[in-house]
């Protein structure tokens, strides 16, 4: 008698298969001992019928995935070495099966809700469900959160990282290991500065991203506005410690000796220095906050564009592009406002922007239009409610970002606002109101369009 490897002969099988299906569980989750426990009934060979064949009623026993297994386990399996994971040794030797076949399987049935909800395409459910099988046979705790970390090596298999760690955290099992970009590039460009001058910068640094509950109350602010921040003020910071080793020691005319003649320059340096002697200042770090006095105003002049490469971005074969530049161009909206605007701020030939509503001209009416008929027959499944979105975010709800915005246009898109705000403001001679009804702009805003108005036709 022809015997299966783990020793046991035809019949056994078939009763754990009977057994299996009477109880709707998994074949593989029955156990041979268990299914012959009470007996076993004879069959004929060729006569095993199934249900649903012949004349007989189809009648579904198995029974859906427990998503409860999806909740995390409370511990975490310590291991005596931290091995990296090769997952190029995986694709040509397989990798470990999961673990646990139950989770497995609530985990595969959540990767089909959220395909679902987001209207995925059957290749990008496929892929993220094989990443799915590969995470929890790696891990050193079966049914811990995966750690980001791990998630992050699936990009040498050509798997996205970034959707495999979306749906993990939707589901509760994500473990965010990895230090944030802008602690590694805060490090590497303040190694060259003195011990203390980086604790002072680490507590600027502190306050800026996570914000203060204690007076001088603080909002946390976005790591792009801090990289910004502190790269405008890093080159005189290396002035600055090349004579002193604390940022206590600075005083007004260190600070009025390092600003640069360049209006743009010593404005931007200025504002950087500002926000970390104010935060040091309130953190009582330092004793007198040395920029509280010295004024360096803001250039009014925007950047002059080149108007050639502004229609070249209006008659785009891209139909992103050529809505971009309208957009810009026409109604000079701002590039945040871009990244957010949802198909529901368009309808009734108006653009609404909060409290603001915008009458769309002919011209960007016509671009948004193509690029509405492009967005739906690209992502026609998209759950993604943002006006502009790409191949990345279209399987999500986020917003596009700045960079991508900057990346559709030839020239930035601040830029084309700025001119188009100062044209209309030498259009009407510097009119304050229509200025601040046709842009959304403020008071202070605006009176700086009509100050350089009025400067540039004052006679010298």
Known sequence: MALYEDGSCRLCHRQRSLFAHALGRRVGDVGLAEANRNGQQLFIAGLWHQDGTGKREYVKKTVPPNMRLLTPVGHRQL???????????????????????????????????????????RSKIERVRRAMRI????????????????????????????VVADVLADAGLLDEDRQPAIVTWFSVNTADL?????????????????????????????????????????????????????????????VRAVLPGAPLARYTMLQGLRSIFRILKARKLVFVNPTARLSAPQPQSPASVNLEVVRADLNSSQPATAALAALLAFHAVRVIQLCHL??????????????????????????????????????????????????RNAINVRPVSHWWIRHQLSIAGQHIRLARILDEAHATSGDIRRLMDMFGLSVEGASRYATTVSSSTTPR
């Open 79 to 121: 291991v005596l070495f931290d091995t990296a994971r090769d997952l190029q040794a995986g694709l040509r030797n397989g990798f470990p099966p999961p673990p646990h076949p139950g989770r497995e399987a609530a985990l595969l049935a959540f990767v089909a809700e959220h395909a679902q909800r987001y209207g995925w395409r």
């Open 135 to 162: 995470l929890p046979g790696i891990q050193d705790t079966p049914g811990a959160p995966i750690r980001r970390s791990d998630v992050a090596l699936l990009s040498r298999i050509k798997h996205s990282a970034a």
């Open 194 to 254: 003195p011990e203390q001058i980086r604790d002072e910068l680490g507590v600027w640094l502190q306050v800026m991203r996570h914000g203060s509950t204690e007076p001088p109350r603080r909002k946390p602010r976005n790591d792009a506005t801090i990289t910004t921040q502190l790269r405008w003020a890093l080159p005189a910071s290396r002035q600055f410690a090349a004579a002193h080793p604390s940022l206590r020691e600075i005083g007004v005319d260190e």
């Open 342 to 391: 949802q198909l529901t701020d368009l309808h009734d030939g108006r653009l609404h922007l909060g409290e603001q509503v915008i009458p769309l001209a002919p011209p960007v009416r016509t671009r948004l239009a193509a690029w509405l008929d492009y967005r739906q027959a690209t992502w026609p499944h998209t759950a993604n409610p943002h006006l502009f979105i790409h191949v």
